[in-house]
């Protein structure tokens, strides 16, 4: 069985520019996180859907948005990229809002801004 | 606020002898889920066990086990019979209501 899957694996950008990652999650499950990860940090939450809404969003700004498409997959869109945001950006996907169930992991995108 | 604090950077130990990796963690939460996960170079985030706040028995899973005591809220991870393989970054993570709160990790490097 296929795990979580997220492309591109790598990626450069230039400040300014806007950047869509994408994230494919476990046959059947229907949440996906999505979280940055800054070197030598642990990875900090941006945001959940399940079921194709919201249902949690982390202390992150409007440039970041996301959406959930029917099929469950996902894509994490930044807007006006700025050298902060490089970071490895993981994507994890549960069965359901993950309040007792694991979080599968991707191997991430790493996002370079220069 | 959920907060997630691993104080020690990094840690080594030697093959096939046994390591205590800590945790502590601020809640007002009663109900909640913590989690060791192993992040290896390849960047995949791996679980590595799992440890429910109602339970009082600590959860064990091979040579992986915690020791979870939820008065002092610390949840601390014992390796035993540790593997080359086993040299990752260690996530200590929360869990409440539906997100992951992460500490800073630690680097485990085990010497053959």
């Known amino acids: 069985d296929a795990g979580v899957t997220q492309s591109p694996t790598h990626l450069i950008k230039t400040r300014g520019q806007q950047v869509t990652l994408r994230c494919s999650p476990i046959s059947g499950h229907k949440s996906v996180s999505w979280y940055q990860q800054v070197l030598g940090q642990g990875p900090q939450f941006i945001f959940q859907?399940?079921?194709?809404?919201?249902?949690g969003r982390g202390n992150f700004p409007d440039r970041f948005s996301a959406r959930q498409f029917p099929n469950y997959s996902s894509e994490l869109n930044v807007n006006a990229l700025l050298l902060g945001d490089s970071a490895l950006y993981l994507c994890a996907s549960s069965l359901r809002p993950p309040s007792n169930t694991e979080a599968f992991f991707g191997q991430g995108t790493r996002l370079t801004v220069v | 606020a959920q907060t997630v604090t691993q104080s020690q950077p990094e840690m080594s130990v030697q093959e096939a002898e046994t390591v205590t990796l800590s945790c502590t963690y601020d809640?007002?939460?009663?109900?909640?889920?913590l989690f060791w996960y192993k992040q290896p170079p390849s960047r995949q985030m791996i679980l590595v066990i799992r440890?429910?706040?109602?339970?009082?028995q600590n959860a064990t899973e091979n040579r992986f086990s915690v020791n979870f005591q939820k008065a002092a809220k610390s949840f601390s991870l014992k390796i035993s019979d540790s593997q080359l393989g086993d040299t990752a970054m260690y996530f200590c993570a929360f869990m409440k209501p539906s997100k992951l709160t992460f500490g800073k990790g630690i680097t485990l490097s085990v010497r053959p």
């Open positions: 440890q429910e706040a109602y339970k009082q």
């Open positions: 809640t007002s939460e009663n109900n909640y889920y």
């Open positions: 859907y399940y079921e194709k809404e919201e249902r």
